[in-house]
């Protein structure tokens, strides 16, 4: 459990709710021939979480490196704070907080001094790291772990601690890397907590890279998705599944998983959009209620048991897959 | 105004010197937590500067053969065998092994120092995965490189110096009562020391800067960097043989040109040295 505020008396650092904090026009960049991050235009405005959803290789590791002035871009631009993060990374990097997908925490110190170190290169003073790291330290629930090197600690652990160290200088704009991967359960919902909290009450700017579906849908206020780089879509999770999830979702109990001859017979009504197998049936997509009639009928009528059925709105996770599945002109509209 | 955007006014030169502290005192002690650095950074010394010229003092002690020693001068330089030529028969043997011919072998501590601290701080930041952390922190390039370099430099320069203090009460106590008075520090040691030994420090961190950008484990840094030694040992096996016995001024110079090579290297290692680079190939 993470309790309390990590910001210790300091008034929250956002007056600007609403005004956009990071832009970027046309921003790309390759490694070699691979290109990872491509034409990226993106607005995030402040106190807002922003999820960038995408598989690995996606570009969102990139794309925090760029916005963070790790990486210079090979085309577009990047403002962050109104500063290009490539000519004025120091200044950037001073007012944001980054959590990168591994902990980065050297195993041969102990708590205490990888977060006094991180304390030091943040321009706090010995006496000012000390106790703002015995306040992360407190918060995050490992004061009695302070002085064990880190090397012993689980990955739970290690990330706690990265989240601490990424919060000690109050950063205005958080970069979270996966913040999740690797936590159990109980320690994956104190995080993702712990994120809303940060936009909702402290005014702070999330963007979160993630490739979970139901942590981006619970805590952002928009997602980006992105894929090979490139953005495919952004909004608020219920606009982006109203207006990419084309028809209506529903699942077919058939008692185990669908056969060929039933895919085949669904995908042969008309108004069936899309059909996928599933462990217990099928999962597809009608056009509307009497689509839906139709299929069932056409099932019992080729002596398919069926056991029951459902239809459902739309969730992130179809809106997702079906995005993966389809050609990226496709929903070009919905990212401008 | 919050406590991110407080403006920092702490740089001399242009070089915050309060972030580069920070990041020499976390790797120092690091460092020194790690075994697998810290042993053959203290082993290598210690069996050199230590062990190695008890074992050759106590033998030079008990040779009985100055003719020998007489021949190896004649082919030495005028200028280096005057000296050990006008001391007592006795004397000459320790005074050449302990006060020349090791010399040489002494170069190999801040050579290999820096380049197992180097291959430690620049190649083991990435093994570890703590490099893009502090890709992510507010230091800027120069400055992370400047501290990258002091972590490799400053402990070569002190290891070798304490090393060679070692080794001057060793010399001088296994040389007591045949030798009349001190053996070390004579004037070439002298140049070694306070002259071709940084350079030969920097020199290495100059090479491993090189290699360890190219590499990913520590292990395949040094592996990599381990030639940079094979100079030493040839420069060792010509000193022995008389081929390479210089006199001061040649000392002098030869470090001046190491200086260079080392200077250089270290100049293109740190243009080379950007976020964009280290986070590209990370």
């Given at each position: 459990m993470i309790a309390g505020t990590p910001f210790d008396g300091v008034s929250p650092a956002v007056d600007r709710e609403g005004e956009v904090v990071i832009t970027t026009r046309d921003l790309s960049r390759s490694f070699d021939d691979r290109v990872a991050v491509d034409a990226l235009d993106l607005d995030v405005h402040a106190g807002e979480v922003l999820a960038l959803l995408g598989p690995n290789g996606a570009g969102k590791t990139t794309t925090v490196r760029l916005l963070n002035g790790v990486l210079a871009p090979d085309r577009g631009e990047t403002r962050v704070f109104g500063m290009d993060p490539n000519t004025d990374g120091i200044e950037v990097r001073r007012r944001t907080g980054v959590l990168t997908e591994t902990a980065g925490l050297d195993g041969r110190l102990t708590a205490r001094e990888n977060l006094e170190f991180t304390a030091r290169m943040r321009g706090l003073s010995k006496a000012e790291s000390r106790r703002r790291v015995d306040l992360q330290l407190d918060r995050f629930e490992m004061h009695d772990m302070a002085e064990y090197r880190t090397a012993g600690f689980s990955t739970g652990q290690r990330k706690r601690l990265a989240m601490a160290r990424a919060l000690l200088h109050d950063p205005e704009i958080l970069f979270l890397d996966e913040p999740t991967s690797g936590l159990d359960p109980a320690a994956t919902r104190d995080v993702t907590d712990l994120i809303g909290s940060l936009a909702r009450e402290h005014g702070r700017t999330v963007l979160l890279a993630t490739h979970f579906l139901g942590e981006a849908g619970r805590i952002a206020d928009r997602m980006a998705v992105l894929d090979h780089g490139r953005l495919r879509a952004i909004g608020r999770p219920d606009d982006l599944a109203a207006e990419l999830w084309n028809g209506v979702p529903a699942d077919i109990d058939l008692g185990g998983p669908a056969t060929s001859e039933a895919i085949a017979i669904v995908a042969s009504v008309e108004g069936v959009m899309r059909q996928e197998a599933r462990a217990t049936g099928l999962t597809i997509s009608v056009r509307d209620r009497t689509t839906m009639a139709r299929v069932l009928t056409a099932l019992t009528s080729t002596g398919h048991a069926v056991y029951g059925a459902s239809m459902r709105r739309a969730s992130m996770e179809d809106v997702y897959f079906a995005l993966e599945d389809s050609p990226m002109e496709s929903f070009e509209q919905v990212a401008r | 105004m919050t406590l991110a955007q407080t403006p920092r006014n702490h740089q001399v030169f242009g070089i915050?010197?309060?972030?580069?502290?920070?990041?020499?005192?976390?790797?120092?002690?690091?460092?020194r937590r790690s075994k697998a650095v810290i042993i053959p950074m203290l082993l290598v010394p210690f069996l050199l500067l230590v062990v190695l010229p008890l074992l050759v003092g106590i033998a030079a002690r008990r040779a009985s053969s100055p003719t020998s020693t007489i021949s190896f001068l004649d082919s030495l330089p005028a200028a280096l065998a005057g000296p050990i030529a006008s001391l007592p028969p006795d004397e000459q043997l320790l005074t050449l092994v302990l006060g020349y011919l090791l010399a040489p072998l002494f170069l190999i501590v801040p050579?290999?120092?820096?380049?197992?601290?180097?291959?430690?701080?620049?190649?083991?930041?990435?093994?570890?995965?703590?490099?893009?952390?502090?890709?992510?922190?507010?230091?800027?390039?120069?400055?992370?490189?400047?501290?990258?370099?002091?972590?490799?430099?400053?402990?070569?320069?002190?290891?070798?110096?304490?090393?060679?203090?070692?080794?001057?009460?060793?010399?001088?106590?296994?040389?007591?009562?045949?030798?009349?008075?001190?053996?070390?520090?004579?004037?070439?040691?002298?140049?070694?020391?306070?002259?071709?030994?940084?350079?030969?420090?920097?020199?290495?961190?100059?090479?491993?800067?090189?290699v360890s950008a190219r590499s990913r484990t520590t292990q395949e840094a040094n592996q990599l960097g381990g030639a940079v030694i094979l100079p030493l040992i040839f420069l060792a096996v010509g000193q022995a043989t008389g081929l390479l016995l210089v006199d001061l001024a040649v000392a002098f110079a030869a470090g001046a040109a190491v200086w260079m090579v080392a200077l250089f290297l270290v100049w293109r290692g740190a243009s080379k040295f950007t976020r964009d680079r280290i986070a590209g190939n990370a």
């Open positions: - | 915050d010197w309060p972030v580069v502290r920070a990041v020499v005192a976390r790797d120092l002690r690091a460092i050579l290999m120092v820096s380049a197992v601290l180097a291959a430690d701080a620049f190649a083991g930041e990435k093994e570890r995965h703590t490099m893009e952390t502090l890709l992510h922190l507010p230091i800027a390039d120069r400055d992370l490189f400047i501290a990258k370099f002091l972590t490799g430099f400053l402990p070569a320069v002190a290891i070798s110096w304490i090393g060679f203090t070692a080794f001057a009460v060793v010399a001088n106590a296994v040389s007591w009562g045949i030798v009349d008075g001190l053996i070390v520090p004579n004037g070439l040691w002298l140049v070694v020391i306070f002259w071709v030994a940084p350079a030969v420090a920097t020199l290495g961190l100059g090479i491993m800067v090189r």
